[in-house]
């Protein structure tokens, strides 16, 4: 068998059984099949060895990852999943090491019949690149502009929580310890796409929280021309996170730190009643962290009304 | 302006002009309007420094070849081009270097009107993926399966000038001399758009030369599962190209030589008529190169019906 028919090998089986694929991987091009009255959602996310993952990482983590961040863009748009290409470019073809990364992919997207249609693998520094399509019925995505004034803001989850884990990686604390669960929290974020979906014709304003609440809510303000007032003592935190770090510490990084894939939205105060029945359906907490105002940016404040501010208010690209 | 500034600045202007973009470039996800009754189609090609273009390469021809291989995929597939996101990891934000980048991508671009609608710009060492999407209506796909017996097999335009430019890239021969011809066709490729579009309901299948004229004859011969026969006499080679190398040299490039984007396609012995029509009117070479049997492989003869062998059939991607 050639490295080239192993790598097909490895991810034809990630076909999602659906009848939405005319043509799948093994031409020049994939053919997808839209739903009438439908609009295409795509979005790209890269990942770089020693850059957005340590050079350690498990190749089933790497997989999970990649195909979380994507699915986690779609889900902020209130998007349905259907489809992703692969862009892959590895030192080697490593049989073992493309089968577990291959494994941890197909454990987010399967749950979500995604389809792998089509990729390219190429020799190289270790690069991971995936792209994820889905759909939305015509004119219903959410987005960052539209949030209004006087309208809620929401966060799902808890925060913070795969910042403090990145920390962690190295700890040897046992499987069902906190450092444990921060360390998931990092390694295998889950796309919030039900919630996502849910949102549609309810949310004002959407956005995954991937480069730290702070940022990101300060997108949804500068898209939405307008500014966002957070409460930093009701900020969701979890368990595990107050348990390994001092509360001023825990309020850092539930404010900055990445890669948690929570979406943060925003909504008229008259919605507001029902956000803890959706929360009890999707099984996912959804805690209100502040308001939208008249002006610009973003704010973040104590009980006393005073502004807290941070060196770093989320993770930079560049 | 910070580097995410600039990034942003360099590639939003890529927009292509078009009505069928709902939500383009600065949100989580884009956001595209398929026309009814057209299936989707996808692709993704990755070029990673030192491996599919050497190091020195122009920052303008990176950017030409990312979009020109991309393009060239929804060529084959019969498609019209119409989105476009790239996935970009570079070592360093260098506004020149992006500038003279986002130049040659959307020289390739601009006169099909793809718009640029996402992407992802990481740190790391230089990799370009694109993924390219479009139409096509419902069903008239073009497919490498598909080929019958007695068929014929064509070829448009040259074969063998890109792998014959690469080995020429160090040549100081001037620009009107056949080494920069043959530079010029690895550098900045022509994706065969309208000849692709052309061929709905007429070929009966259909690929890019990217690999080499033998792989991806063979490819189209095993997705039909048929044999190919294509005589060596024949094989288009340009005037530049036999100007620099000896004939065996020159047909063995021709033969084996990838990078070249040109289209192989079948069609039914009735059709043959309609090429040259076709290739005064998209004035592009169209070369009636061989046949299509019962069997299976790639065969290439010569003048005397011997079969000729070459000790590389084509790129290997590993």
């Not at 073992?96 to 749950?111: D, I, K």
């Not at 990729?119 to 270790?126: N, V, Y």
Request: glycine share 10%; aromatic share 6%.
């Amino acid at each position: 068998m050639t490295e080239f028919e192993l790598i097909e090998r490895v991810f034809r089986p990630l076909d999602g059984g659906r009848d939405d694929v005319a043509i799948g991987i093994g031409d020049d091009a994939a053919v997808l099949q839209l739903p009438s009255g439908h609009e295409l959602v795509a979005c790209v996310d890269t990942l770089v060895a020693g850059v957005h993952f340590p050079l350690d990482c498990s190749p089933f983590d790497i997989g999970w990852r990649a195909g979380a961040t994507n699915l986690s863009d779609l889900a902020a748009m209130g998007a349905e999943p259907r489809w992703a290409t692969l862009a892959l470019t590895l030192p080697q073809a490593d049989p073992q090491w493309l089968s577990a990364f291959a494994e941890g992919l197909a454990a987010v997207l399967r749950p979500w019949q995604v389809a792998l249609v089509g990729g390219d693998t190429t020799r190289g520094p270790l690069t991971v690149s995936l792209q994820a399509m889905g759909s939305v019925p015509a004119g219903q995505a959410l987005q960052r502009g539209g949030a209004r004034v006087g309208d809620v803001v929401y966060v799902s989850g808890t925060l913070g929580d795969a910042a403090a884990g990145l920390q962690l990686l190295a700890d040897p604390a046992p499987a069902d310890s906190p450092q444990a669960f921060l360390r998931q929290r990092f390694l295998q974020p889950t796309p919030r796409l039900a919630l996502g979906r849910a949102l549609r014709g309810l949310a004002s304003s959407c956005i995954d929280v991937s480069d730290g609440l702070l940022a990101d809510a300060g997108h949804l303000a500068s898209a939405s021309e307008l500014q966002i007032c957070l409460r930093a003592a009701v900020l969701p935190q979890s368990a595990g996170l107050l348990a390994c770090f001092d509360a001023a510490t825990a309020l850092r990084l539930a404010a900055t730190g990445g890669d948690d894939y929570e979406l943060c939205f925003t909504l008229p105060h008259a919605q507001s009643a029902k956000m803890p029945v959706l929360a009890r359906e999707l099984d996912c907490a959804l805690t209100c962290i502040g308001v939208v105002r008249e002006g610009s940016g973003l704010q973040l404040l104590a009980e006393d009304g005073t502004a807290l501010a941070f060196d770093r208010s989320g993770y930079q690209h560049f």
